[in-house]
């Protein structure tokens, strides 16, 4: 009966050993995939729900850097309108890179003024505001070596 048990043993041994080879190869499997495999799935999730969201009116840049305003939506096709002319064309719902601004935003009456928002609502008028004002703030200027100079200048140049 000594024998068998010793062969029992034996193969006991064996048989953590080889576990114990495995264990590191199945730690670095499990950190892969919570450190890959998962968010990158998430990040999948999320962009196909941003470009299932896509609707008329939403404002959008494409993978190749186009932007513009969505006029027309189909199953898988977008017709968009770009440029100063408002030239249209289609492109496929996964080309869209992502959404600029949404069309459920307020919008301006004819007279240029923000949509009066709910006498309840007051963090909406606060935004508002704040939009308001960054444009105000945020106006292009030109470095100085780049500014238009004044006929002043010129003159004192040329003499």
Do not use: H
Request: with cysteine; hydrophobic share 40%; proline share 5%.
């Amino acid at each position: 009966m000594l024998p068998v048990f010793r062969q029992t043993r034996m193969k006991m041994e064996e048989f953590m050993n080889n576990i114990t080879t495995l264990i590191p190869l199945i730690l670095l499997i499990v950190i892969m995939y919570f450190m890959l495999i998962r968010p990158q799935r998430k990040r999948e999730r999320e962009v196909n729900s941003m470009r299932s969201a896509i609707k008329v009116g939403d404002e959008v840049i494409t993978i190749g850097g186009i932007c513009g305003k969505i006029v027309k939506t189909k199953d898988e096709v977008l017709t968009i309108q770009v440029g100063a002319d408002k030239t249209k064309f289609d492109i496929m719902r996964w080309a869209i890179s992502k959404v600029v601004t949404e069309a459920s935003a307020p919008k301006a009456d004819k007279a240029g003024k923000p949509a009066k928002d709910e006498p309840g609502d007051e963090s909406g008028a606060d935004d508002i505001a704040a939009a308001e004002g960054a444009a105000e703030e945020s106006k292009p200027t030109l470095p100085k070596r780049l500014k238009k100079k004044t006929a002043e200048e010129e003159a004192g140049i040329e003499e």
